[in-house]
C-alpha cells in the first residue's frame, strides 16, 4: 500500500465513516465493479474561492473512500456534485446555466445522481428554489454536512429518498475526513472556519457561520501527514488567518503557529491567505520575515480608497492605517510582494471615493489585485442600502482601475529581470509541450522551457524578460 493511500485509510476511519450504511455502500459498489467492469464514477464541479476547493477534495477523499473512482468530465458520470459558491451574482448564475445543462444529460441517464452543496445551499431561499424548481436534484448538502455525504447517497439509493441534510452553524469541526489531493506538492489546509466581520457586501458570514479554529496540534499533524507524502508547500486557510485562536483559553496566535509549521521537515513554503487589514500584527510582520519558509508574499485585501466607504464597508481600518500596514511590511521584508481584493462600485462611492481607491493602488504598488464590480446579495446590509451605483458607472471606474493597475504589476515584474529565483513548478504549459509553468515565493508566475519530469520540484530560474501577468526565463 502506498503511503498515500494509507495516510488516505487512516482518516477515512473517522468514526462518522464507520457505519453499517456505509459499508453496505462499500459492498455495493465493490459489486458493480465486479459485475460491470468498472467503478462508478463521479465529477465534482467547483465554484469559488480555495475553501470550496479544498471542500471538494475532501468530497472526493469521502467518495474514494466508499469505493467511487473519479471522471474527468460529467457526460459519464454516475454523480455529480456541484460545489457552489455565492459570494457575487455571476458564481451564481453559470451555477445554474450548468445545472440547466445537467437536466438534459439526467433524462437520457435517468440512473444519474445529481448532488448540490457549498455556500449557495446554505442560502434557504436558494435551497427552495434548487428544490422547488429542479426536482432532478437527489442530494443536497451544505458546508457543515460534507462528513454526512455516504449517508445521503445511502437515503437515494437504497431507500430511494431524496436527501438534504444543512446545519446552520456548526460549532463542531470535523476533523480526520479522507481527502483526495487534486497536487501531490501542494495542499491547502484549513485553519479557520466561517468569519466573524460581516463586511457589510458580504454575504460569506451568513452561509459560512460563525469563525472556529482548529486546534494547532490538529494542524501540526496534518501538516506533518502532507510532509510524509511529499508536499513541499502548504496554503493555510482562513477567511481571516490574522484572528486564528481568539478563542482558545490559552494564548496561541496565528504567528505562533507558523513558528511551529515551520520546523517541519519536509514543507519548503508555508503560504496563507486571507489576511485581514485590521488585525495584521507586527508579530505576524515579524514571523514573515524571520521564518525562512513562509513566502514573501502577503495578500491583503483592500476593498477600496476612501475611507467613507471603508466606513460603510464595516472593514474596521483607514486608508491612512492601510498604508502604514504596506510601509512597515515594505521595511521589514523588502523584497514582499503584496497583492490585493479591489470592490469597485460600493453604494454610495463617489467619483472622489473612487479616486482615493486610485490613489492608494498607486502608493501600495500591488504587485498584482482582484478586482470586482460591486454585486448586490441580498440579506447583507449593503444590499439595502441607497444610492447603488449605475451598471456604466461601475464598469467604466472597473475599466480605469485596471488602466492603473496593470502597468504597476509589469513594473514589478520587470524589477526581476536578471535575477534568480526559486520556482515550484506546476504544470506544463497548455500551449507548447515544452514549457514549464511555475510560481516564485511572492506568487509571480514564471514560464520556462524544461521537461516533464521537473513537475513538483523547486527549481532556480533566472528571468530574462516580463509581462503584465507572467514572466519568461530560464533554467539555470
Ligand atoms: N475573507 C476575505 C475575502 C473573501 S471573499 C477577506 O476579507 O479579504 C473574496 C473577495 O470577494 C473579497 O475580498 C471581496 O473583494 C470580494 N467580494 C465579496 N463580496 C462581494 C460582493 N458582494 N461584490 C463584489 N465583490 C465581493
Ligand atoms: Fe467577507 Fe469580510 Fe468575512 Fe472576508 S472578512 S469573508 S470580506 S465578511
Ligand atoms: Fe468561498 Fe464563495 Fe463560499 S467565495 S466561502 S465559496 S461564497
Same mark, same amino acid.
Given at each position: ?23 453496505e455502500l462499500r459492498n455495493n459498489n465493490e459489486q458493480y465493479f465486479v459485475l460491470n467492469g468498472r467503478k462508478k464514477t ?25 469505493g467511487y473512482e473519479?471522471?474527468? &468530465?460529467?457526460?459519464?458520470?454516475d ?32 440512473d ?10 446554505? &442560502? ?10 429542479? $426536482? ?21 439509493e ?17 476533523? &480526520? ?93 508555508? $503560504?496563507?491567505?486571507?489576511? %485581514? ?19 514573501? %508574499? ?8 476612501? &475611507? ?68 448586490? $446579495? ?18 467604466? $471606474? ?43 515565493? %511572492? ?34
Open positions: 500500500m502506498s503511503k498515500r493511500d494509507q495516510i488516505i485509510n487512516t482518516l477515512s476511519a473517522d468514526t462518522k465513516l464507520i457505519s453499517e450504511k456505509i459499508n463521479y465529477h465534482v464541479l467547483t465554484y469559488g474561492c480555495q475553501m470550496n476547493e479544498h471542500d471538494s477534495e475532501k468530497i472526493a477523499g469521502i467518495l474514494n473512500s466508499i473519479e471522471s474527468d &468530465n460529467d457526460k459519464n458520470s454523480l455529480i456534485i456541484f460545489n457552489t459558491c455565492l459570494v457575487r451574482e455571476n458564481a451564481e448564475l453559470k451555477f445554474f446555466g450548468k445545472l440547466g445543462a445537467v437536466k438534459e444529460l439526467k433524462k437520457n441517464r435517468p444519474m445522481l445529481i448532488a448540490v452543496c457549498g455556500c449557495m445551499m446554505q &442560502n434557504d431561499e436558494i435551497r427552495q428554489k434548487v428544490l422547488n424548481k429542479y $426536482r432532478f436534484v437527489d442530494i443536497i448538502f451544505g458546508t457543515n454536512t460534507i462528513q454526512e455525504l455516504p449517508e445521503l447517497i445511502y437515503n437515494v437504497i431507500n430511494k429518498n431524496k436527501s438534504v441534510e444543512i446545519i446552520d452553524n456548526s460549532e463542531l469541526i470535523y476533523e &480526520n475526513m479522507p481527502k483526495q489531493r487534486k497536487f501531490n506538492y501542494k495542499a491547502l489546509v484549513n485553519i479557520t472556519y466561517g468569519c466573524n466581520n460581516f463586511c457589510t457586501y458580504c454575504i460569506v458570514p451568513y452561509v459560512r457561520g460563525r469563525e472556529k479554529s482548529r486546534e494547532p496540534q490538529e494542524i501540526i499533524n496534518e501538516v506533518k501527514l502532507l510532509a510524509e507524502d511529499g508536499c513541499k508547500e502548504i496554503t493555510l486557510l482562513g477567511q481571516n488567518v490574522n484572528s486564528y485562536g481568539t478563542t482558545f483559553e490559552e494564548k496561541f496566535t496565528f504567528s505562533d503557529l507558523l513558528y511551529e509549521l515551520n520546523k517541519i521537515d519536509g514543507i519548503e513554503r508555508i $503560504r496563507f491567505m486571507t489576511s %485581514h487589514p485590521k488585525d495584521l500584527s507586527d508579530d505576524l510582520i515579524t514571523a514573515i520575515k524571520e521564518l525562512k519558509k513562509v513566502c514573501n %508574499h502577503v495578500h491583503l485585501p483592500v476593498q477600496a480608497g476612501s &475611507n467613507n466607504v471603508l466606513k460603510s464597508m464595516n472593514r474596521k481600518y483607514t486608508k491612512e492605517h492601510y498604508l502604514t500596514l504596506v510601509e512597515k511590511l515594505r521595511k521589514e521584508i523588502p523584497d514582499v510582494a503584496i497583492t490585493t481584493d479591489i470592490i469597485v462600485g460600493f453604494p454610495g462611492e463617489t467619483e472622489e471615493d473612487f479616486l482615493e481607491t486610485i490613489d492608494l493602488v498607486e502608493k501600495s504598488e500591488y504587485d498584482s489585485a482582484f478586482t470586482f464590480l460591486y454585486s448586490v $446579495r441580498e440579506g447583507t446590509i449593503a444590499a439595502k442600502m441607497e444610492n447603488q451605483i449605475p451598471e456604466d458607472v461601475k464598469h467604466d $471606474r472597473f475599466d480605469r482601475l485596471l488602466n492603473v493597475l496593470y502597468p504597476i504589476g509589469l513594473k514589478k515584474n520587470e524589477t526581476c529581470i536578471g535575477k534568480t529565483y526559486s520556482v515550484l513548478v506546476e504544470s506544463v504549459s497548455k500551449n507548447a509541450n515544452e514549457y514549464l509553468t511555475g510560481r516564485t515565493e %511572492h506568487f509571480r508566475l514564471v514560464h520556462f522551457k524544461g521537461d516533464e519530469s521537473l513537475l513538483g520540484k523547486i527549481v532556480n530560474v533566472k528571468i530574462n524578460s516580463a509581462k503584465t501577468f507572467h514572466m519568461e526565463g530560464e533554467l539555470v
